[in-house]
Structures are given as structure tokens and as C-alpha cells.
């Protein structure tokens, strides 16, 4: 079993709940929420686009970030304890997830030795796990979450690079090398994801009686 920081997200949303209260009360949806996450996580990655010349500015990446996961786990709330579920949600949850992780990924491409194509590689990786994370319901499986390169966990690794890049504490070499292991990591996610929801497909195969048992 792979330990990734989602398994802190209970304590997290503890810690959010009584936020999560006041929104409900005051009229605010989890579509709202998520959305809303969406919009300044894109405007964020054009930010640090428009000053990569100055590392300080990839500082932002860690501080939205950060209030990015609390709005994630905001919506989840809303929605699972207050009534705000829906299908239209379900679609916005993901596809939003994937657009605010490829605009805040994206910033590092504007870095040397970096372009678009192995930056774009990560972001592709990322999406492709949340995709064969979502698909888990298709073979009849829970939605996937595991490791070892989950959502919080690529959170974590941009944020960390977002830090020591302001700091001038790493270099291209450093984060190049950063940026592939987080790729790599992610592909193998996709790998545990897709093979964790055949797993249940099989176990939902041998549960059921062939035809002239019984």
C-alpha cells in the first residue's frame, strides 16, 4: 500500500469544516467553489508566465497551492455534507483539476532548459492519471486515489520547486531532474490505478454465478 498525502485530507477537512459551514449557510455552491479554484489557479500560471524571468515569482505556485487543496477539500464538503452534489459537479470536479494543474504546471516551461515539450510531458502524465483515477466507476470500482504521484502529491513536488527556485536554493539541472522523477512517478500511478480497477473487475467477475451454477 503506496502512503501518499491524500491520506491526510480527513484531518484536513476537519480543520476546514466549520469554513465549509459558514459558505453552505451563506449560499455559496461546491460548483462555485470549484470553479472559482479553476479561474485563479489559470490566472496564477499566467502570472508567473509573465515574470519567469524573476524566480521570486514562482513563490506564488506554493501559496496558491496550498489555498487551492483547502478549496478542493471545501467543495468536496459542500457537496458530499450539504446537499450540493450533482452530475454537472462530478464533470466540473475533474475537468477543472486538470485544467488548474496544466496552468500551474505550465509556468516551468519558461525556464531553461525547459519548453513546451517536456513540461508538456508532466502535464500530460498528470492528466492521464486523474484520467485513469476518474474511469475507476466505468469497471464498476471506486474513483481512484492511489499513489504514488496523486493530486496532493504533485501539489507538494510544484509547490517544493516553487520555494527552492524563489530561494535560489536549486537550479535547472536540480528541477529538471525533479520535474522527470514527478513524471515518472505519475506514469506508475496510472499504472496502480488501472490495475487496482481491474483488480475489482475481476473480483466483480468471480462474484457473479456463471451460467448452469447453483
Given at each position: 500500500m503506496t502512503v501518499t498525502i491524500y491520506a491526510l485530507k480527513p484531518r484536513f477537512q476537519a480543520l476546514l469544516r466549520p469554513l465549509a459551514q459558514r459558505l453552505?449557510?451563506?449560499g455559496v455552491t461546491a460548483n462555485a467553489v470549484t470553479v472559482s479554484a479553476m479561474v485563479v489557479s489559470i490566472g496564477v500560471g499566467a502570472f508567473v508566465i509573465a515574470h519567469a524571468s524573476d524566480p521570486r515569482a514562482f513563490l506564488l505556485l506554493p501559496l496558491w497551492l496550498f489555498v487551492r487543496m483547502a478549496l478542493n477539500a471545501i467543495d468536496g464538503m459542500l457537496a458530499r455534507e450539504f446537499g450540493h452534489a450533482s452530475a454537472l459537479g462530478a464533470y466540473l470536479n475533474e475537468l477543472t483539476d486538470v485544467i488548474s494543474d496544466a496552468a500551474l504546471y505550465l509556468p516551468f516551461a519558461w525556464l531553461a532548459p525547459f519548453?513546451?515539450?517536456?513540461?508538456?510531458s508532466v502535464v500530460l502524465a498528470a492528466a492521464l492519471s486523474e484520467m485513469a483515477g476518474a474511469l475507476g466507476p466505468m469497471v464498476g470500482a471506486a474513483r481512484r486515489y492511489d499513489g504514488p504521484m496523486g493530486k496532493s502529491d504533485?501539489?507538494?513536488v510544484v509547490g517544493l520547486l516553487g520555494v527552492l527556485l524563489a530561494l535560489g536554493w536549486i537550479g535547472a539541472r536540480g528541477t529538471e531532474l525533479m520535474l522527470i522523477v514527478a513524471?515518472?512517478?505519475?506514469v506508475l500511478t496510472v499504472v496502480r490505478r488501472v490495475r487496482a480497477g481491474?483488480?475489482?473487475d475481476a473480483a466483480q467477475d468471480a462474484?457473479?454465478?456463471q451460467q448452469g451454477e447453483g
Open positions: 453552505a449557510a451563506s519548453g513546451p515539450l517536456s513540461v508538456g504533485r501539489a507538494f513524471g515518472l512517478l505519475c481491474l483488480r475489482h462474484a457473479v454465478p
